[in-house]
C-alpha cells in the first residue's frame, strides 16, 4: 500500500508541510487528502444546492405577473375561508 513519490518538488513540498505541522510525512498526506476531499465534497454539495436554488427560481419566475391581485391579509385568509 506504499506510495512512492517521484517528484522532487511533491517531495520538499510534503516534507515542509509535515515539519511545519509536527506530523509525520504518513500523517501529513492523510490530512491533506482528507482536506481536500471535504473541499470537493463541500464544492459538490454548493453545485447541487444552486442548482436547485435556480430551478425554484425559474419555476417561481414562470408564474404569472398579475398586477390586479394584492397579496394582502385579506387575500391570506380567504385562501382559508376566513
Not at 2 to 14: G, K, M, S
Not at 23 to 41: G, P, V
Not at 62 to 81: C, E, R
Amino acid at each position: 500500500m506504499a506510495f512512492h513519490v517521484r517528484d522532487p518538488e511533491t517531495d520538499r513540498v510534503v516534507r515542509k508541510l509535515a515539519a511545519a505541522n509536527g506530523t509525520s510525512l504518513t500523517e501529513t498526506i492523510r490530512q491533506a487528502c482528507e482536506k481536500a476531499l471535504a473541499e470537493a465534497s463541500a464544492s459538490a454539495e454548493r453545485e447541487r444546492r444552486l442548482t436547485a436554488i435556480a430551478a425554484i427560481q425559474q419555476r417561481v419566475a414562470a408564474y404569472p405577473d398579475n398586477p390586479s391581485v394584492v397579496l394582502d391579509k385579506t387575500f391570506w385568509d380567504s385562501l382559508n375561508d376566513e
